[in-house]
C-alpha cells in the first residue's frame, strides 16, 4: 500500500505560480504522476515522474510551464506550476504506480491521494 497526501493547491491569478506537493509512505513505487479533473471533465494526465530514473513527463498542454521534480530523501514529489491558465483549474491527484511506468493511463495507478483544488482566476 501507498499513501499519498497533496498539498499547496489555492487560488491563484493568471500569469500566476503555485507549488504542489505529494507526500508518499508506505510500500515502495516506480513512479509518481499528477492527473487533474477539471468539472464536467475527464481526468487527465499532467505530468509523471519515473522515479528512481529520475525522469520526467508531460501533457503538452503544460510542457514548458509545469515542472515536475522529487525528493527522494523526503519521497516528496512536487509540481512547480508556472504562467497559470484558467484552463488549469481543477482538482489535482497525486497517483502511484507499483509496478511500472503507467505513463498517462490513470488505469496504470494503483494509489491515489484524495486531490488538491487549484482555482486559477482570468
Known amino acids: 500500500q501507498v499513501q499519498l497526501i497533496e498539498s499547496g493547491g489555492g487560488l491563484a491569478q493568471a500569469g500566476d505560480s503555485l507549488r504542489l506537493s505529494c507526500i508518499a509512505s508506505g510500500s515502495t513505487f516506480y513512479a509518481l504522476a499528477w492527473f487533474r479533473q477539471a468539472p464536467g471533465k475527464e481526468r487527465e494526465f499532467v505530468a509523471g515522474?519515473?522515479?528512481?530514473?529520475?525522469?520526467?513527463h508531460y501533457a503538452d498542454s503544460v510542457k514548458g510551464r509545469f515542472t515536475m521534480s522529487g525528493d527522494n530523501a523526503k519521497k516528496t514529489a512536487y509540481l512547480q506550476m508556472n504562467r497559470l491558465k484558467p484552463e488549469d483549474t481543477a482538482v489535482y491527484y497525486c497517483?502511484?504506480?507499483?509496478?511500472?511506468?503507467?505513463?498517462?493511463?490513470?488505469?496504470?495507478?494503483?494509489?491515489w491521494g484524495q486531490g488538491t483544488q487549484v482555482t486559477v482566476s482570468s
Open positions: 497517483a502511484a504506480d507499483s509496478t511500472g511506468w503507467g505513463q498517462q493511463y490513470s488505469y496504470n495507478y494503483e494509489y
Open positions: 515522474l519515473r522515479w528512481n530514473a529520475n525522469t520526467t
